[in-house]
Nanobody, 119 residues
Framework: QVQRVESGGGLVQPGGSLRLSCAAS????????MGWYRQVPGNQRELAASITNGGVTNYADSVKGRFTISRDNAKNTVYLQMTSLKPEDTAVYYC?????????????WGQGTQVTVSS
């Protein structure tokens, strides 16, 4: 099981910003495509953003223009910068390695980090 630490979540007011981090203890991180998923209780996990090993990014329509995914291969870390947050962004956020088209997660799920957008 791949060890990783997802962090950066919290409570933020609508319109606010957060930056999530996912640090993975894995060899070969730089060749991996990575994704940030989110899940609201009772719903399926949604792929919010992804980044290839070459830095090509893709976003769900619901977050496009507001979220930015990036990576630092020297730190084995992928980030999700979230701005203009909305109450509907409230969810547990998870990172995972992804493969294929459509992208599929291949690691076991970690604990995630809770993001709550509320006034």
């Amino acid at each position: 099981q791949v060890q990783r630490v997802e962090s950066g979540g919290g409570l933020v007011q609508p319109g606010g910003s957060l930056r999530l981090s996912c640090a993975a203890s894995v060899i070969g991180f730089r060749v991996m495509a990575m994704g940030w998923y989110r899940q609201v209780p009772g719903n399926q996990r949604e792929l919010a953003a992804s980044i290839t090993n070459g830095g090509v990014t893709n976003y769900a329509d619901s977050v496009k223009g507001r979220f930015t995914i990036s990576r630092d291969n020297a730190k084995n870390t992928v980030y999700l910068q979230m701005t203009s947050l909305k109450p509907e962004d409230t969810a547990v956020y998870y990172c995972n390695r992804i493969i294929g088209v459509p992208a599929q997660p291949i690691w076991d799920w970690g604990q995630g980090t809770q993001v709550t957008v509320s006034s």
